[in-house]
């Protein structure tokens, strides 16, 4: 691999980094160890249903079952695991969005595909540190995660350390990138030997496995404190909790929505990196180019124009390169807050659908197709990261261009000695829109003194919407129109500007819709959001979740109970209940089976030696019928039948 460094003498020089494998060219070839992982997985696990293949080959007993990397919808469980898991692919997931990856060389036409064949080729070569954490087989898959993670580990941290040079961040580049991807593969071997540790301790039956149950802890807890009576007086909320956020300890994020943050977070400081450094360079070359031009000044004697551009085109140059630093950062933040405040909108959302209120969302939304809210759980985690990462460089050319009109509308006039005529041009500026806003606001104002009717009630808060001095009225409106016919031009204009300003600065926030209402279906960004998080309202909702616990507690509790199993709590009860109870079921089963009368106690004193084959026939009879239901209440001595 051929890295060029910038020379302290300004001369690239060529440096050959050939000591090993590198982790692109290793990412091809740990495609055969990923396939041979996924299939012992494979052959482990059984399949639920069985298909035509199971009677031509029944040696298989229904194994090669699909491998599931992760539940993106219902688990909650190693959320973090997943999402050091996505640390893990998050170096590679930024090489997809660079042209320099491709496995082979295709027309134009099918570069489409050429990226199809790259994700899917990424997608399984980390598929085994998904499906080892998800495997129901915990001991094969920590084994195989181990060892797949420590080969991942040791490429990349003998690729980092033995070539660190790059072509964009310089002498440290593979470091300051890498070190993200390296510290989430040594997280998830440890994973890996806490989860193989697990498992001989429960072999050696030293520790018991977690049962396997629909609902979490944390969803319990979500209806139990919907049933609880709200208290009167709630604890005050902290200043961080009413301004920033509220702490929920009964919600969780799914992993999904956490592998999505964390890529995207690592995406931006890469993003950060790179773009401070490629800023670097392009003023760096501005200022090769402004020398260049300044010798040609120097060496022509009749450039009165070019002598007065090179002044300013290093004041440009020096002011463009402040401001784009300064910029950075900011942009940098600003993208940052946003990923966060996308979860605080995420459970926002989701609880408001939890209470069944949809009036947040546009009416056309209130109400998405199936097809599309589950075709949303696989889009949203790859547009939010676009999304995030574009938005970045968006936002800091708006920064940017803000910045600049600051600089030379306030700090270089001040600078040059030129307050008292920027103060002047800023005063007619701020003069001129005050004036605008004060002639807007007097329009209200004749409304609301001349032309209202007066309040019905002395308690309504404003006039009601009835027109007073008619004439009056039509007067003004038709001397006004000429007025409002020029300001809607500045008006439309400052419409325009908001728009395309507020458009740009909210382009990474799939949450919500850059377009106007009515036309929110044009953004398919917030499309894929309102899909998701309708998918998670439908299929994790604490209270059907619950719900369906407890239908399935019930149908284990009737299926392994006996038919008598009821009366066994009578030894718990109090006599009256217990005698109460017994009293009724004997009712009850004697109705039912009226031929069981006669084997009553005080029927069998009263009877005769001669009516005994009366009794044993009657025995007989009982023992045939089909509608004995409660025989074990029936107080009868056992040997008579």
């Not at 740990?30 to 041979?36: E, F, K, M, N, W």
């Not at 090489?95 to 295709?106: A, G, I, R």
């Not at 040594?186 to 540790?197: A, C, E, N, S």
């Not at 807007?440 to 032309?451: D, S």
Request: glycine residues 4%.
């Amino acid at each position: 691999m051929m890295i060029r460094i910038p020379a302290n003498n300004g001369v690239a020089k060529v440096q050959d980094c050939q000591n090993g494998i590198s982790v692109d060219l290793f990412l091809h070839l740990s495609l055969i160890p990923a396939l041979v992982i996924t299939g012992v997985l494979s052959f482990l696990q059984k399949r639920a249903k069985r298909l035509a293949i199971d009677d031509r080959l029944p040696f298989l007993g229904g194994r090669f079952a699909i491998v599931v990397p992760l539940d993106t919808i219902g688990s909650l469980s190693n959320r973090w695991s997943y999402g050091f898991a996505f640390g893990a692919v998050s170096s590679s997931v930024l090489l997809l969005f660079s042209e320099n990856y491709v496995p082979f060389t295709v027309p134009p036409w099918a570069r489409a595909i050429l990226y199809l064949v790259g994700a899917l080729e990424v997608g399984l070569v980390y598929l085994p540190f998904f499906a080892c954490l998800s495997t129901p087989f915990r001991a094969a898959g920590a084994v195989l995660g181990i060892f797949y993670s420590l080969a991942w580990i040791t490429v990349t941290v003998w690729d980092t350390f033995t070539c660190p040079n790059g072509k964009i961040l310089g002498k440290y580049q593979k470091v300051i990138v890498q070190w993200p991807c390296i510290l989430s593969l040594i997280f998830l071997m440890g994973r890996f030997i806490y989860i193989l540790v697990k498992a001989i301790r429960i072999h050696l039956q030293l520790e018991e496995e977690d049962p396997e149950e629909l609902t979490e802890h944390h969803q319990v807890q979500h209806v139990l404190r919907l049933l609880r009576k709200t208290p009167a007086q709630s604890k005050p909320l902290s200043w961080f909790q009413r301004r920033v956020y509220e702490w929920d300890p009964h919600f969780k994020f799914p992993n999904r929505i956490i592998g999505t943050v964390i890529i995207s977070l690592i995406g931006l400081y890469t993003m950060t990196l790179a773009d401070y450094s490629l800023s670097n360079v392009t003023f760096d070359k501005a200022e090769r180019w402004k020398n260049t031009l300044k010798q040609l000044v120097a060496s022509c004697n009749q450039t009165e124009p070019l002598e007065i551009m090179v002044p300013q085109l290093e004041e440009f140059i020096l002011v463009a390169r402040r401001s784009w630093f300064a910029t950075t950062i900011f942009a940098s933040l600003n993208s940052v807050a946003y990923c966060f405040h996308v979860l605080a909108c995420y459970r926002k959302h989701l609880k408001r659908l939890w209470r069944g209120q949809k009036t947040f969302l546009p009416e056309r939304f209130r109400n998405p197709k199936s097809a599309l809210s589950v075709a949303s759980i696989a889009r949203y985690s790859g547009w939010q990261i676009a999304f995030t990462l574009w938005g970045y460089l968006i936002v800091h050319f708006i920064h940017f261009l803000f910045a600049l009109l600051f600089v030379y509308a306030l700090v270089l006039p001040i600078q040059h000695g030129k307050a008292l005529s920027m103060l002047s041009n800023l005063g007619l500026i701020l003069l001129t829109i005050t004036l605008v806003i004060a002639l807007l606001f007097l329009q209200i104002a004749l409304v609301q003194i001349f032309f209202l009717q007066d309040k019905m009630s002395p308690t309504d808060k404003q006039k009601p919407l009835a027109i007073n001095n008619r004439k009056a009225f039509h007067c003004f409106n038709y001397f006004f129109f000429f007025y409002n016919v020029v300001m809607g031009i500045s008006t439309c204009i400052m419409r325009l500007l908001f728009s395309i300003v507020t458009g740009t600065w909210l382009v990474s926030r799939i949450d919500r819709t850059i377009m106007q209402r009515g036309y929110e279906s044009l953004d398919a960004g917030y499309g894929t959001w309102i899909g998701m998080i309708f998918a998670d309202h439908y299929h994790n909702n604490p209270v059907m979740v619950c719900f369906c616990q407890l239908l399935v507690y019930h149908k284990l509790e009737r299926h392994t109970a006996s038919v008598y199993s009821t009366f066994n709590n009578l030894q718990s009860e109090s006599p009256v209940n217990s005698r109460a109870r017994t009293r009724w079921m004997l009712a009850y089963s004697l109705l039912r089976n009226p031929h069981l009368i006669l084997l009553r106690k005080h029927h069998l004193s009263q009877s005769s030696s001669v009516q005994s084959d009366t009794v044993v026939q009657a025995c007989v009879m009982a023992s045939q019928s089909k509608k004995v239901l409660l025989p074990e209440i029936i107080v009868t001595p056992a040997e008579e039948c």
